[in-house]
């Protein structure tokens, strides 16, 4: 058996809140219960958001709730040249295309499609499913956008690539906490379609979320993805960029939420339950991790 290689991916585009306390506490308790090793990796490619500054604090914090990480970190700002060969290989298959509307344009179409009494196709997270260049631009605007300068976003052309891989995909799921982590694995059916076209990187970033984190997984040599279920949707895609070049396949752990008082996912802008003021607080890490449920 190999030895399972756990991970943390934080973005360091604000302060870490109790939600990641719970993710890299899970993630530190599964390596040492499974007798593995646990990486952490800072992703940052938006590097308009991410600062050296948050990435340092971030340490602190992981520091401070006493996770034990392995060397070496990955940061995906010192990447960009594994995503954009990723990235070739893809657009070498005819599965990748530029697409030029902007995020004013797709509302105005789906709010127009919507008016009619028409329901327009929503992802997982809820934002409309591209509808393409052709939906809404004429012909003679699509080529002059194609000559020009204008800013596009290079999508995967999800209908292609799923023809290209021509069978049911799906993952491998396993259970988070405790005994579960034990757990004989459950095959989950991959449903990307209802994705539509996701971006992959766009005119002056190489790279996505969704491409940078299966080319990594797979370079970290990650076996089990565990994260919060607020990625478990996330994990079509990451299947079918998996299959599409030839990556490893991980074992996926989906954790529970820790939700806001509205209900509502946290947020690294919500100051009351990031790490750093709770510990500021006079908070210790014993009654954090009480307060996590753990
Ligand atoms: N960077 C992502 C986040 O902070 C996590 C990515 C992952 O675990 O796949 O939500």
Not at 4 to 12: D, G, L, N, Q
Not at 58 to 75: C, H, I, K, Q
Not at 81 to 109: N, W
Not at 234 to 261: D, K, M, N
Request: glycine share 6%; net charge negative.
């Amino acid at each position: 058996m190999t030895m399972p290689v756990f991970r943390f991916a934080p973005s360091p585009n604000g302060h870490l809140h109790v939600g990641h306390a719970l993710s890299a506490l899970l993630n530190a308790r599964a390596a040492i219960a499974l007798e593995g090793r646990f990486l952490v990796r800072v992703e940052d490619i938006d590097q308009t958001r991410c600062t050296s500054q948050l990435e340092e604090e971030m340490f602190e914090d992981l520091a401070w709730l006493g996770v034990p990480l392995d060397e070496p970190v990955l940061r995906q700002s010192e990447n960009f040249s594994h995503y954009r060969s990723a990235l070739e290989k893809l657009q070498d298959m005819g599965v990748v295309y530029p697409a030029y509307l902007t995020r004013a344009e797709i509302k105005r179409f789906v709010s127009s499609f919507e008016e009619r009494g028409q329901a327009w196709p929503r992802d997982p997270d809820g934002a409309p499913v591209y509808p393409g260049d052709d939906a809404v631009l004429s012909d003679e605007e699509r080529k002059k956008r194609a000559d020009s300068d204008a800013p596009f976003a290079l999508r995967l052309d999800m209908k292609a690539a799923l023809q290209k891989l021509g069978k049911q995909l799906t993952w491998k799921e396993v259970g988070a906490e405790g005994k579960a982590l034990f757990e004989r694995s459950r095959q989950i059916p991959v449903d990307a379609a209802t994705w539509g076209d996701v971006v992959l990187a766009r005119k002056d970033t190489p790279t996505s979320y969704h491409l940078s984190v299966v080319v990594d997984d797979a370079r970290q040599g990650i076996t089990d993805v565990l994260r919060g279920l607020d990625l478990y949707h996330a994990t079509s895609v990451h299947r079918v960029l998996q299959e599409l070049l030839g990556l490893p396949e991980p074992l996926y752990r989906h954790h529970r939420l820790i939700l806001g008082e509205d209900g509502r996912k946290l947020s690294k802008s919500n100051q009351d339950t990031s790490l750093r003021s709770l510990r500021q607080g006079g908070l210790t890490h014993v009654q954090l991790r009480k307060m996590i449920g753990l």
